[in-house]
């Protein structure tokens, strides 16, 4: 399997801009998980999902940043409008339903919002 | 409110010792605990796991303590190596949850 796949890698937009970051989750896996990461709050968990369905969106910073999972092997997370402080790199990650599966995550996108 | 303490400073260690580092946590009762390692522009990779009825767990030079009356894990690395130099992660779980919540990593520098 290649692994979890996010894109785009890196990401420049100005202010005021609409940001879609993507994500492709392991085949087969039943959670997924979108957290954001900052030298100031660490890694931090934003909404995840199971099978398709959001759990717990309490993460998510603001009304301006929404996700959705269409099928079992797509997800986004959107952000409208951005602000520089949204800048940060935003890792996916999925898992199996077992209970302590790991989570498998990407290598992130980084976002800079100028 | 729950939280995550991991060894706020960056760990730097002579190369050959034992790298420990420390995960504790307040208003949590995991069932088990999982310990994740980072790379500079990567997504941080799973290691270990250990349950709350688990006192040690053992990975080839790793190893991993989880003491739920002090409420803390302690992550060793044994002959450390240059290449062990990375950030590490603790992630305290749930049995009936999923919701995976990371500490703030300690960043750890092994030097030749």
């Known amino acids: ?31 997924l998980f979108w957290y954001r990461q900052t030298m100031m ?3 931090e968990l934003l909404i995840y999902f199971n099978n398709n369905v959001p759990i717990d969106d309490s993460g998510m910073p603001e009304d301006r940043f929404s996700a959705k ?10 952000i409208q409008p951005s602000e520089p402080r ?3 790199v935003y890792f996916c990650a999925s898992s199996l339903a077992r209970e302590g599966s790991p989570l498998h995550f990407g290598n992130g996108t980084r976002l800079t919002v100028t | 409110s ?33 310990w994740y390692r980072q790379d500079p522009g990567r997504g941080p990779v799973f290691l270990l796991l250990i349950r709350e009825n688990e006192k040690e767990k053992r990975k080839e030079r790793l190893k991993v303590t989880f003491d739920t009356t002090l ?3 302690l992550f060793h690395i044994t ?19 999923s919701k995976i919540i990371f500490g ?5 520098s092994i030097r030749p």
């Open chain 1, 1 to 31: 399997d290649a692994g979890v796949i996010q894109s785009p890698r890196h990401e420049v937009t100005e202010m005021g801009q609409e940001v879609t970051l993507r994500c492709k989750p392991i085949s087969g896996h039943d959670y």
């Open chain 1, 41 to 43: 709050r660490g890694l």
């Open chain 1, 69 to 78: 999972m269409p099928n079992a092997s797509f997800s986004t997370l959107k």
């Open chain 1, 86 to 88: 949204d800048s940060a």
């Open chain 2, 2 to 34: 729950q939280k995550i303490e991991q060894n706020s400073e960056a760990l730097n260690i002579q190369e050959g010792k034992t790298a420990t580092l420390t995960c504790n946590y307040t208003n949590y009762s995991p069932a088990y605990l999982q």
């Open chain 2, 71 to 73: 409420k803390q894990s």
């Open chain 2, 79 to 97: 002959a450390s190596q240059p290449a062990d130099s990375a950030t590490y992660l603790c992630a305290p779980g749930y049995s009936s949850a």
């Open chain 2, 104 to 108: 703030s990593g300690t960043r750890l």
